[in-house]
């Protein structure tokens, strides 16, 4: 019996406020949720910018743009999850909302099949790109070796990754993002104390990928911990698996296969590009500009990723009108916060580029810095829109949409880089995601929703802009007088331009509702910090 079968059939003896128990708890999690996501994002982002010198000076810039290439031709394994993972979360979700723990074995070994398959691949894929390396790119002798070793590791890593996501979904399923808060953190900070170890003890590219690698299995058997502890029930047995239920996961996982086919291409073949044409000199410059944008566009995540399990739930249980409000409050918080950090990208981040790296990554890296995070403000107006499609299995024109926006971005990217070099292919971008990011897609979602354009755009996008708007010109200002001269200068600016920002944000662009959710919030986090100073104090000797 497959999934479309089983979801139809309500659970017997069972009243509707019984079976939105889930539910219930999910959205009493928001607060919560989104303190840990972006506590876990903020330390993730501290680790990244403490750790990303010692990578580039240590391993130099060559060796380290073949350290990008090698994730970045890599990351494309990710694809052969076929889509899976999200299939598993999106069911996993709406089965949590009915209380069928049986179905959610059924889900997860079906899953787990697959993802052996995709495991097997990934490691034969792996071979080859070893071997094949040389030829690819243009990789000094010295370093050909190392990078054939980190290859094999990586992709070993990458093999791993396909059961492992799996029960990364459950734990997103479950809403429970204060495990994967934990998950992101604990192994990221492992990850940058081994890393500046061993590379100051002079080893090379071989131990980041090692290390690397350590960390995401680590994170990976953290997530299976999660999920036997809290999914009801949980049970991994061959003979739950099921042909139906197969057939309902590859359905769903076609057209996200296609979103995640797009994402990649969207973003990992620029590093491709520069590198095919430019050489794996300039991919460390464009690295440096588009790892910053990545890092500020996957935060997006750290409120709309709590939106897809939220939607699957509704959608199970037919709440239209929730679906409705949480695409509308959804999409103007996410947009807000993006807001809160694009304007000193754009305005200032050139700056903080050189204080970081060095003057000489000002005038290569900047450029691209400041067009990928006018690309990351645009794809805050979609990801609302897009995970709560994924919630109500109406992603199709989605994908479609993304790989049309894929496609144009890899071919404006390649032939804008020869004309513009590294800059045409963050060009060639942006272009495409304002078209689909910004118009196309919430234009779309808001159809399906039965909301109006005009309603979207004016209780969305044009409140947060004139918030945002003095919030820029305070930074341009004193960007102007050249009183920029260090991290406490830029850090003054920003935390009073951040101030300005969030006092007219709050007057003008929130409503009533919001407040009052953005002072629970404030309230969970004060609450969580109340509860660890004991522990401070203990540690401290107090």
Not at 435 to 448: G, Q, R
Request: charged share 15%; net charge positive; hydrophobic share 50%.
């Amino acid at each position: 019996m497959g999934l479309d079968n089983q979801i139809s059939i309500p659970a017997p003896n069972k009243s509707n406020l019984e079976r939105g128990a889930s539910l219930r708890d999910a959205k009493s999690r928001i607060p919560r949720n989104v303190v840990f996501n972006f506590a876990g994002y903020a330390v993730n982002v501290l680790v990244t910018f403490l750790i990303a010198p010692v990578l580039v000076h240590r391993l130099g810039n060559t060796a380290y743009g073949v350290w990008g290439l090698i994730s970045e031709v890599l990351g494309y394994s990710f694809l052969l999850d076929f889509g899976i993972r999200i299939a598993v979360t999106r069911y996993v979700g709406h089965h949590l909302a009915l209380d069928e723990p049986k179905q959610i074995n059924t889900v997860l070994t079906t899953g787990l099949l697959f993802s052996a398959v995709s495991a097997v691949l990934v490691l034969m894929g792996g071979g080859v790109v070893a071997y094949l390396l040389p030829r690819l790119f243009a990789i000094p002798p010295r370093l050909v070796t190392d990078a054939r070793l980190a290859v094999i590791v990586v992709s070993a890593t990458f093999a791993t990754s396909f059961p492992g996501s799996l029960f990364t979904g459950c734990v997103v399923a479950l809403s429970r993002y204060d495990l994967l808060s934990i998950r992101k953190t604990g192994p990221t900070i492992l990850r940058a104390l081994a890393l500046w170890f061993f590379l100051y003890h002079g080893y090379g590219l071989l131990a980041v990928a090692v290390i690397t690698g350590s960390a995401f299995v680590l994170g990976y058997l953290l997530d299976l911990y999660f999920s036997f502890r809290n999914l009801p029930g949980f049970s991994i047995r061959l003979h739950f698996f099921d042909r139906g239920t197969a057939r309902s996961l590859l359905h769903f996982s076609f057209y996200a296969f296609v979103l995640s086919t797009s994402w990649r291409v969207l973003f990992m073949t620029d590093n491709v590009v520069v590198g095919f044409v430019l050489g794996p000199g300039a991919v460390a410059f464009y690295y440096v500009g588009m790892q910053i944008a990545a890092f500020f566009r996957e935060s997006i995540g750290s409120i709309a990723m709590l939106f897809a399990p939220l939607a699957s739930q509704m959608n199970a249980l037919d709440e239209k009108e929730s679906l409705r409000e949480l695409f509308i409050k959804g999409s103007r918080v996410s947009l807000i916060y993006v807001l809160a950090g694009a304007v000193p990208l754009v305005v200032v981040g050139p700056k903080f580029i050189g204080f970081w790296m060095g003057e000489s990554f000002i005038k290569q890296s900047g450029p691209i810095l400041v067009l990928l995070t006018l690309e990351a403000a645009f794809y805050a107006l979609s990801f609302t829109g897009g995970q709560i499609l994924y919630g109500m299995s109406r992603h199709r024109v989605n994908a479609w949409l993304s790989l049309t926006c894929a496609t144009a971005n890899f071919t404006l990217s390649a032939i804008l880089v020869r004309k513009l070099g590294a800059v045409g292919v963050a060009w060639g971008t942006l272009i495409p995601a304002f078209i689909v990011e910004a118009i196309i897609l919430p234009v779309y979602t808001a159809s399906i929703l039965r909301i109006s354009p005009g309603r979207f755009y004016r209780s969305v996008v044009l409140r947060p802009l004139i918030a945002a708007a003095p919030y820029g010109l305070w930074l341009w200002f004193w960007r102007r007088q050249g009183v920029v001269h260090g991290y406490g200068s830029l850090a003054l600016i920003i935390g009073t331009g951040l101030a300005l920002y969030a006092l007219v944000a709050w007057k003008f662009s929130l409503d009533s509702e919001d407040r009052a959710f953005a002072r629970k919030a404030l309230g969970r986090l004060k609450s969580i910090i109340l509860t660890m100073r004991p522990a401070w104090g203990a540690t401290r000797g107090e």
